[in-house]
Nanobody
Framework: QVQLAESGGGSVQAGGSLRLGCTVS????????VAWYRQAPGKQRELVAV???????NYGDSVKGRFTISRDTANNTVYLQMNSLKPEDTAVYYC????????????????WGQGTQVTVSS
């Protein structure tokens, strides 16, 4: 079992920055990677970024060059630094992990956080 606790989020103007955190607890053998997904109203869920146990990272096309995923292994926390935010980044952001989650993140892991709202105003 894995528990995911998200932090951060909120409201910001376009061009601003926010940082999300996801603290992972539970069995370290239950996940291979940690990812951030997001879902905006009326839209499908999409991958934002993923980081594997080996430290490889992968990003959704819409956030490449603006968002950075990183990890603090001492505190079992994965961060998502979001810069140059745009109104279209407005969504609920979910932390995700699982044994089936890989670098490609084509299939999400089994474990989800509660979600945190990010709102970017123009």
């Amino acid at each position: 079992q894995v528990q995911l606790a998200e932090s951060g989020g909120g409201s910001v103007q376009a061009g601003g920055s926010l940082r999300l955190g996801c603290t992972v607890s539970g069995s370290m053998f239950s996940y291979n990677a940690v990812a951030w997904y997001r879902q905006a109203p009326g839209k499908q869920r999409e991958l934002v970024a993923v980081i594997t146990r080996s430290g490889r990272t992968n990003y959704g096309d819409s956030v490449k060059g603006r968002f950075t995923i990183s990890r603090d292994t001492a505190n079992n926390t994965v961060y998502l630094q979001m810069n140059s935010l745009k109104p279209e980044d407005t969504a609920v952001y979910y932390c995700n992990a699982g044994s089936g989650l890989t670098f490609s993140a084509s299939i999400p892991g089994n474990y989800w956080g509660q979600g945190t709202q990010v709102t970017v105003s123009s």
